[in-house]
């Protein structure tokens, strides 16, 4: 448990470190917004014409209202706490990349969900915008990345026993049998 805890402290640490970089905000923050964006986009025209995007920003045309997309707002730092979490865990590194890429989608997932209920309820009233945004779904998103983690744990497969035979009741016990 204490190299567990050592060891995700110090990824958080570096990754949330790493993030706020400028040269990292422009490299791949910053895209990585606008293509959620596009895809927000993308799904709202699925029901709703007039609706465009500019890099990480959404608009509808025939009322001028707008969001940006934030820091914050893009779901990369819980993408850092599950990343930290799962890879921090003593797990095969074939699990973990499963399990990353499987919560990255759920995690988006669950963002553009949460990018598009703000864009109409911004639009509908300021009071829930402002409510919705700042205090449930920040929570929603990071209770996303906790529920797939725990999830994650609970599908790994067993390791095997320190004993090494992977039987007898795990205490060091050595059995003895008679005759």
């Known amino acids: 448990m204490l190299r567990f805890s050592i060891v995700f402290v110090v990824l958080l640490l570096g990754l949330f470190t790493l993030e706020v970089l400028q040269p990292v905000q422009d490299a791949v923050i910053l895209p990585f917004t606008s293509v959620i964006a596009s895809v927000s986009v993308f799904l709202i025209e699925l029901f709703d014409d007039g609706v465009i995007s ?3 920003v959404i608009r509808d045309l025939e009322t001028g209202f707008a969001i940006s997309i934030e820091p914050g707002c893009n779901g990369v730092e819980a993408l850092i706490i599950l990343f930290a979490a799962i890879f921090a865990f003593p797990a095969p590194l074939k699990h973990k990349l499963i399990g990353f890429a499987i919560g990255f989608c759920a995690i988006q997932g669950l963002n553009l969900v949460r990018i598009i209920s703000l864009f109409y309820l911004g639009q509908w009233n300021m009071t829930w915008f402002n409510w919705f945004h700042l205090y449930l779904w920040q929570a929603l ?13 609970r599908l790994l497969p067993p390791r095997p026993r320190a004993n090494g035979d992977g039987g007898g009741d795990g ?5 003895t049998a008679s005759p």
């Open 141 to 153: 998103i990071i209770l996303d990345a906790l529920v797939v983690w725990l999830i994650w744990l």
């Open 171 to 175: 205490d060091g016990d050595l059995a």
């Open 54 to 56: 500019a890099g990480k």
